[in-house]
């Protein structure tokens, strides 16, 4: 890189490792240096929550407002309808607007932890693009938007090139999508005067192709920024754990099962981690994510806490990492425990004590449950169970309980 910027939220992105590719990086700078500039990060409605993966551009919206900026939130109710086929094998299960309204329902309720939503001049603001793509007249459309789209160039995209080498169909609807996200700038741009689209570098062919279609629609004269694609360090992709992803809303994955997440992050990764996931100064990340040994584990648990606080609450921060330790420290059962979260319906009037044994796959069947807990093999909390039929209520969840197949195999029970 020979330009080295001077705005404070260009200077934060390359402190702290957000930053892949810039359209026109000088002109960006200098843009941001001229006064408050309105930027947006889409989001299709696929599902009633956020997870972990959306994330870093969460935190990217986030640092845009505190050094000034105003961020756009774009509820993708328009899109969601059509499916973006980028760097998918098939095609996204189509959804019906209650499914789409409801899903963006749940992703609000992330947003509005991270970003400040007022009438200043840098208050965050969020946009459908439902507003103006379901109104679309089609020939117009075609007329007006769909004339300065090669299809040449289309099928160059990596996105679609990938499917088409690898002979997975691709349909006449998922190809229009990169239309209509373009299109999603220009009406942008005229509405709110946004000037810079933000996204993950898999979103770099679309953000290109709105850049172009509002030079050519509106002259406008506008720019793309692109954030890492991350993966953890032994390869899996940021967001994902064995039991599925890990969502942002609570209702999704509790408070507890989203702070042991970040508690169990690698070594390798806590510095990294630090940086783009929490405010604390680079320096002290870099501190953090250089200790060794035993020590690391203490920088895991404020990597936890810091993200925890930021996506929960700090009481939420504080109560799990007070039932990890209570757990973990007393009962020695290791950092990475499965959790098995039961909901108040899953949990009715109460299950016994071999049921939750088998839930929580300590136990492959009922009858090797209750051999178990007749060798005196089980305990709950660390203290034995005798009785297979024992019932488990509410009250007795009101606190995580750690469940102990022997020694070495251990779960954790939660209400969700």
């Known amino acids: 890189m020979t330009y080295t910027p001077k705005s404070d939220f260009l200077i934060t992105l390359l402190e702290r490792g957000f930053l892949s590719d810039c359209t026109d990086l000088q002109g960006l700078d200098e843009a941001l240096l001229n006064g408050v500039v309105p930027a947006y990060i889409g989001y299709d409605a696929t599902a009633k929550s956020l997870h972990v ?5 969460i935190m990217l919206l986030r640092w845009f407002q505190k050094t000034g900026h105003k961020p756009i939130t774009l509820m993708g109710g328009g899109t969601t309808k059509v499916g973006d086929p980028s760097f998918r094998s098939d095609e996204r299960p189509l959804l019906d607007a209650a499914a789409i309204d409801r899903n963006i329902n749940g992703m609000q309720q992330v947003f509005a932890k991270y970003l400040r939503y007022d009438d200043s ?4 603001i969020m946009l459908n693009n439902a507003e103006w ?40 609807l998922e190809f229009n999508y990169m239309i209509l996200q ?15 689209q933000m996204g993950g570098s898999d979103q ?13 629609m509106a002259d406008a004269e506008i720019f793309g920024l692109t954030t890492p694609l991350l993966t953890t360090s032994d390869g899996r992709k940021m967001g994902k754990s064995a039991g599925g992803a890990i969502w942002l809303n609570g209702d999704m994955l509790s408070p507890y099962e989203f702070w042991q997440f970040w508690r169990n992050t690698t070594d390798a990764d806590v510095g990294r981690f630090l940086k783009l996931y929490t405010e604390l100064p680079v320096a002290e990340c870099d501190r953090l994510g250089a200790l060794e040994g035993s020590e690391i584990n203490a920088a895991k648990v404020i990597l936890a806490n810091e993200v925890t606080t930021l996506c929960h609450g700090a009481d939420a921060a504080a109560t799990a990492e007070a039932t990890a330790r209570e757990v973990f420290e007393k009962g020695g059962a290791g950092e990475d425990l499965p959790t098995l979260t039961l909901s108040a319906a899953d949990l009715g009037d109460g299950l016994s004590m071999a049921q939750l044994f088998v839930r929580s796959g300590l136990a492959g069947s009922g009858k090797d449950a209750k051999r178990l807990i007749a060798e005196g093999g089980a305990r709950a909390n660390d ?9 488990v209520d509410a009250r007795a969840l009101s606190k995580p309980m750690k469940l102990s197949a022997g020694k070495k195999r251990h779960a954790l029970v939660v209400l969700g």
């Open 204 to 216: 770099w062919g679309n953000i290109v192709n709105g850049i172009d279609l509002a030079r050519r």
């Open 53 to 57: 993966g959306h994330l870093l551009n």
């Open 182 to 196: 373009a299109y999603d700038f220009v009406e942008i741009n005229r509405r709110h005067g946004c000037l810079l």
């Open 383 to 391: 203290a034995a169970v005798s009785d297979a039929g024992q019932m």
């Open 133 to 172: 793509l379901d109104g679309l007249n089609y020939l117009d459309f075609l007329r007006d938007v769909g004339r300065h789209f090669s299809v040449n160039r289309m099928l160059s995209f990596e996105s679609v090139k990938s499917r088409l080498d690898r002979e997975q169909s691709l349909s006449f």
């Open 121 to 124: 001049a840098g208050g965050a």
